[in-house]
């Protein structure tokens, strides 16, 4: 089946993540103004939080698929929350698609905090992820 990368980003951080998960599964990280536009296998959806919430735009996309899925597999940078998991797998499961239980999850550059997170390190270990998901 195939693979999706979509990612929702305001300052860069989480698009490097969805750049660097879309190198190993060899297709474009795209911004989730761009639907789905066939069937996919496994959809990894990048994401944040601000002021505590996942952005409106994440929860409209996923509200707005049309296509099967296979399972959404979560990636997200924060400044200071652990995960976006929680709060995508509720929009996921709300809208009937599957959340697989595994998920990335680094920090995210916020001001004078984590400066220049995500590093190399975290990409790497953004790839290393994507491959053990995708049986790589
Ligand atoms: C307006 C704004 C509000 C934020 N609020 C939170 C927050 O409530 N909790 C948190 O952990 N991080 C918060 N952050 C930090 C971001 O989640 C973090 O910098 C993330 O990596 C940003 O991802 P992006 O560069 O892909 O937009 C906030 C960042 C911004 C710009």
């Keep these: 089946m195939k693979t999706a990368v979509r990612y929702y980003t305001r ?3 989480t698009k490097k993540l969805a750049e ?27 994401s944040s939080v601000y ?18 899925v296979g399972e ?5 940078t924060a400044a200071i929350i652990e995960s976006t998991y929680a709060q995508v797998k509720s929009i996921v499961e709300i ?11 680094c920090r995210g550059q916020f001001t004078l905090m984590h400066r220049g997170r995500p590093n190399a390190k975290d990409l790497r270990d953004a790839a290393e992820f994507a491959k053990e998901c995708l049986g790589q």
């Design 11 to 13: 300052t860069g951080n």
């Design 20 to 46: 660097a998960v879309a190198k190993v599964a060899g297709v474009e990280a795209l911004p989730i103004t761009e639907p789905l536009t066939e069937d996919i296998g496994t959809l990894f959806l990048a």
């Design 51 to 68: 002021a505590a919430g996942v952005a409106g735009d994440v929860k409209k996309f996923i509200a707005n698929i049309d296509v099967q």
């Design 72 to 76: 959404v597999v979560n990636i997200s």
């Design 95 to 105: 809208n009937g698609l599957k959340m697989s239980e595994h998920e990335y999850h």
